[in-house]
């Protein structure tokens, strides 16, 4: 499995390809979400998939200033990619880029009074010991009590496995 190289090595402004993991596309449950890592060199590559409900509780465009405010938090909250994933912190990973993709963060959100709608999210570490990097932590059941499963694929250098993390389990190894 190969991920593509990133274009860019500067943090903040920089468009990243399609992630060659993609691939399909999670089902939309409430409560359920998945994460694919994939590991190439000393590149962390992470790529998250929820429904907005996950995060917000709602996935309309907001009405209140009070949704909007929360739309704003939650995607502050996901830019601190070190506050939300930890690497093994022998790998001394740092994040090099977020980027995050959904239809509530476009600059006049719509969407349907009852529609469903996901976040995408792209966070990518940099790693300096990469022979280090043997799991990851994950704090985003602390942040976002609605998220109940994350269903986790790995792929690195020791071949592809799957993982179910839930509050109770957030670390997922390799
Ligand atoms: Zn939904």
Redesign the pocket.
Same mark, same amino acid.
């Given at each position: 499995m190969k991920t593509s190289a990133l274009p860019c090595l500067l943090a903040a402004i920089c468009v990243l390809p399609l992630p060659a993991l993609a691939g399909r596309s999670a089902a @939309?449950v @409430?409560g359920v979400a998945s994460l694919q890592v994939a590991i190439d060199g000393g590149t962390l590559t992470l790529q998250f998939e929820t429904?907005? +409900?996950n995060l917000l509780g709602f996935?309309h465009a907001p009405r209140s200033e009070k949704q909007k405010q929360a739309v704003r938090l939650m995607a502050d909250r996901l830019r601190q990619a070190g506050a939300v994933f930890t690497p093994s912190p022998a790998a001394r990973c740092s994040a090099i880029s977020v980027e995050l993709e959904s239809p509530l963060l476009q600059p006049s959100p719509q969407s349907g009074d009852d529609a @469903? +709608?996901d976040l995408d999210g792209s966070f990518v570490f940099r790693c300096q010991d990469p022979a280090a990097l043997r799991d990851l932590e994950v704090g985003l059941f602390a942040s976002f009590p609605r998220l109940q499963r994350i269903d986790v694929q790995v792929a690195g250098p020791r071949g592809q496995s799957a993982a179910r993390l839930s509050p109770q389990q957030r670390r997922v190894s390799w």
């Open positions: @939309h @409430h429904p907005l +409900a996935e @469903h +709608a």
